[in-house]
């Protein structure tokens, strides 16, 4: 199980290692929002994204001879070059199972991290069944994307550090708004939020028509996205909420919120234009959210949790120029 | 004058309004360089660039009733949008002049701040001559661009950052690469690295054609610009260094540095990429310096400073289209 103390234990392993990101905010981002938004910058974390905390976490708590044998891990990008940088970090070798239609900025920073990468056919191949084929062959210990102890752990670091952020800026309380896929990072804070800073709340943020999540927190069960495929959030597009993942959430966090592609892209323009920052898609959905479903949001201060910066130069392109700040 | 002891003060003054910037790094980026480099991203400080800390340290300087007449003062944009936040926040008014040629994002910036903007042509006008005219009627106080030793002050306060950033990296050495103007960061880093950790040297960093500081430190005497326009790095286009300033940076700099314009686009679109921070051209110029002129610098480590972001979106769309990482 994942709680308080194993998030302690896997910030403690991740120091040195594990970049310390900033919360910012802007006076233009608060103005259009009508409210204070900060926004923790995930985006400047090694490999690009919060997955290289559930990585290291993962990774570092190996038995060395197990660890020494090598990981394997299935991933659309952001969990792969985590896995790929955390191995690399601890002289381990790594195999990365990848759908060939990855964005190729992933592709290419998970090779040049050193790991094998493997592609496969995500219409016709079944990636779990070609793990365990690979990984079992080699003795490859799986890290999987988000239902696993220390990931849920590493992941959960995130919110220690919100904490930390949000006393020296003097946030009394706030909604925490995360970027949602599978749940691990959205139950990991939420798990360090209930423990340090009971005040604060995690709601998911997810993509219309891939709010698996939302709606399963609004049902009390775990319910499937009708399609697997369709939207430029290709980091959070998971086809349902994790088993380990849900139950944290589910007594934690929510109701979930929903944005379109278009409100993730005019995020990403914002945070460009006022913060300074590169977001993917996938990785500006909270901050949408937090400027336009204010509606749904408590009255209050909101945390966004801008989790990746993993984008083709080409959609960033566009995203700054279709929605001009 | 600026010493160390007035950069500590500025850092006691600033601490809860300038933000303390994080130290990034990336693999692919050391790789490509051959060597160690470290980008300290002041990008991601409040109105987008170091200038909110020479500002704040100028401001909060004033005597009370001084500072509630109000400030004045000339820029192309950053150090206008730094003392309009300062001025601000401090419950001031202030009036700044612009060039009509300057960025639009750094004029909507500054007017967002709440100050009074009055654009001038600066082919016909004299920029000192309306700020005396203004600013005397109105009993406003100048804030200069970098020949202030409050100004220096501030902007040093930066180098006490990287000092301690550089001990928790475990940097022993560096040069220290800086993008420059009239030189108010340069040679505010430069004191507090000679205070704090002397084994670090500032290097400064130009656009080509516009390096009157690389020839000034070169035959110890201030030298000008042949031009006052002709690069995109509208930030750091100054006629020739501080007469404050240039003293400072000549017992304790260079030799300085220059990059093509292209250098800095392929600069920012490589900070896009790797670090996930968005630059302009006159911001990147440094780590330009960095990649793009190894055979010009000691063997060893590197920390570049990227002193802003506020950068046009058809521009950075065009960096990043232009040199793919």
Redesign the interface.
Known sequence: MSDIYRIRAAAARARGHV????L?SS??LD?RAGRRIWVK?E??QVT?SFKARGAWAAVSALAPEVRARGVIAFSSGNHAQGVAWAAAAHGAPAVILMPQDAPA?KIE?TR??GAEVVLYDRLTQDRAALAVGIGGDRGLTLIPPYDHPEVIAGQGTTGLEIVADAAEAGIAAAEVLVCCGGGGLASGIALALEAEAPAFRVRTAEPAGFDDMARSLASGDRVSNPAATGSICDAILTPRPGAMTFPILRERAGPGLAVSDDEALAAM?LA??H?????EPGGAVALAAALFRGDELATGDVIAVASG??VE??L??EA??RY??
Chains 1, 2 share one sequence.
């Not at 970049?19 to 900033?22: D, E, L, W």
């Not at 913060?275 to 977001?279: F, N, P, Q, Y």
């Open positions: 970049r310390r990101t900033p910012l006076a233009a103005a910058a985006c400047l690009g900025v920073g040049a991290l323009s460009f234009s913060l300074h920052i590169v977001l910066g993993n130069s080409a960033f392109a700054i120029a001009p700040a």
